[in-house]
C-alpha cells in the first residue's frame, strides 16, 4: 500500500474522510473510522510522515553529531554508545526520533552541519566535541535551531551545556597523587581544538600550583584519544631524560596502549609507575593491575542532555521547567591498584 488515495480508493471514501480516521477526528462516525484503521492494518498503509512534517513544520527527529574517524569507530567502549540509550528514554516519552549523525574527520564539521541545517532533517541538535570556539554554536543560535552542546565553549551566546567535571577529575587526581610524594606527575591531552583539552590541563596546573608543584610543560602529552595515543604518549614519556613517576589520562582506553607500551620497557603501573585513568570503561577493567579511574553513569547523562534540550524546545518547556542550562557533571573515583606506587620521602 503507497498512500492515503490508495487506501481511499479501496474502500471507496473521500482522501479527506480516511484522513480524519486515521487522524481520530470526531467528526467521523465510528463505524467508519473501524473501516479505515481495519484496512490501514490489512493493506500495510503506512502514513508519509515527510509529507506531514513538511504541512506542520517539524520532524519530530533530534540529531546528534558526532565525530566519525576511524579511532572512533574501533573504539567499542565509545562514550555516545552508552549516553544514546538515556536520550531514547526521554524522547521516547514524546515520539520523538533520534538520528545520528556522523560527521566525516575529514570535512568541517560546520559546513557538515550547515547542510543539515539547510534541509531541515532535524527539529533540535545535540552537538558533541565542542570546540574552544566552535562555529557551529552561532550557525544554530542564528538559525533559532534548539540545540545543547556537551562541552563548554568559548563561543559567545548563553546556550545550554553540559560538560564533564573536568576540574574535579583534575583535583582529585593530583591530590591523590600527590599525598603519596609524586611531585612529577605527567598528563595527557587531546592533539586538538576540543575545549575540555584546555579546561583539563588548566585544571590540572592549578590542582599542582595549590600543592606547591611546579608546572612543567613537558609533562603535558598531547596525544590522539585512543589506545594507540596512550601507546604514543608512554613511549614519550620513557624519552624524558627526567621522567615522571605518576601520570593521570584524559580518555579511558588509553591506559590500554600505555600499559602495552610501559610493560615493554620493563615499567610495570602500580610498581614503577602511578597510573590514574579517566572513566571507568568496560575493556579497562580487564587491565591488571586494575585501573585508579572515575565512575560516572552514561545513562543518566543521557537523560539530563535529553531534558535539558527539551526545555529549550517551545513545544515540550513547560513540561521541564527544572531542567538545568549549564551542569557539570560528577564523577566519582574508583580505586585500584594502577596507583600504588608511592614515592618515599627521603630520610
Known amino acids: ?29 465510528e463505524e467508519t473510522r473501524r473501516r479505515v484503521l481495519a484496512a490501514a492494518e490489512e493493506l500495510g498503509y503506512v502514513a ?23 579511532e572512533a569507530v574501533e573504539n567499542a567502549d565509545n562514550f555516545f554508545l552508552g549516553v544514546t540509550s538515556g536520550l531514547q528514554h526521554v524522547f521516547a516519552r514524546h515520539k520523538l526520533d533520534l538520528l545520528m549523525l556522523p560527521c566525516p574527520s575529514d570535512e568541517d564539521p560546520c559546513e557538515y552541519l550547515k547542510r543539515m541545517v539547510a534541509r531541515r532533517v532535524v527539529d533540535a541538535m545535540i552537538i558533541s566535541n565542542t570546540q574552544r570556539i566552535d562555529r557551529r554554536i552561532d550557525l544554530l543560535s542564528r538559525a533559532r535551531i534548539p540545540f545543547v552542546a556537551v562541552g563548554r565553549s568559548l563561543s559567545a551566546g548563553n546556550f545550554p551545556w553540559i560538560d564533564l567535571d573536568f576540574e574535579g577529575v583534575a583535583e582529585r587526581a593530583v591530590e591523590r597523587l600527590a599525598s603519596r610524594g609524586h611531585r612529577r606527575i605527567a598528563i595527557t591531552a587531546p592533539s586538538s581544538e576540543v575545549n575540555l583539552g584546555y579546561v583539563f590541563v588548566e585544571s590540572y ?17 598531547r596525544v590522539k584519544s585512543s589506545e594507540q595515543g596512550g601507546y604514543q604518549a608512554a613511549h614519550e614519556l620513557l624519552l624524558l631524560e627526567d621522567r615522571p ?12 596502549g600505555l600499559y602495552r607500551r610501559l610493560m ?22 580487564f587491565l591488571q593491575p586494575s585501573l585508579s579511574c572515575f565512575r560516572m553513569s552514561l545513562y543518566d547523562l543521557g537523560i539530563a542532555l535529553g531534558e535539558m534540550l527539551l526545555a529549550d ?19 566519582e573515583l ?12 627521603m630520610v
Open 1 to 29: 500500500m503507497r498512500g492515503i488515495r490508495q487506501l481511499a480508493e479501496h474502500l471507496e471514501i473521500s482522501i479527506g474522510t480516511v484522513s480524519r480516521a486515521l487522524n481520530g477526528k470526531p467528526d467521523v462516525n
Open 205 to 221: 596546573r592549578q590542582a599542582l600550583e595549590r600543592r606547591g608543584i611546579s608546572f612543567d610543560p613537558s609533562l603535558v602529552i
Open 334 to 345: 574508583v580505586a585500584g591498584e594502577s596507583d600504588a606506587f608511592e614515592i618515599k620521602a
Open 264 to 285: 615493554e620497557s620493563g615499567i610495570v603501573p602500580g610498581r614503577d609507575l602511578a597510573v590514574i585513568g579517566f572513566r571507568d570503561a568496560p575493556r579497562a577493567r
Open 245 to 256: 613517576t605518576a601520570v593521570i589520562l584524559i580518555y579511558e582506553l588509553m591506559a590500554i
Open 48 to 70: 508519509n510522515q515527510s509529507g506531514r512534517s513538511l504541512r506542520q513544520g517539524e520532524t519530530k527527529v533530534i540529531g546528534l553529531m558526532i565525530e566519525s574517524s576511524q
Open 313 to 331: 524546545m517551545p513545544a515540550y518547556r513547560e513540561l521541564y521547567p527544572d531542567s538545568g542550562r549549564n551542569i557539570i557533571w560528577p564523577l
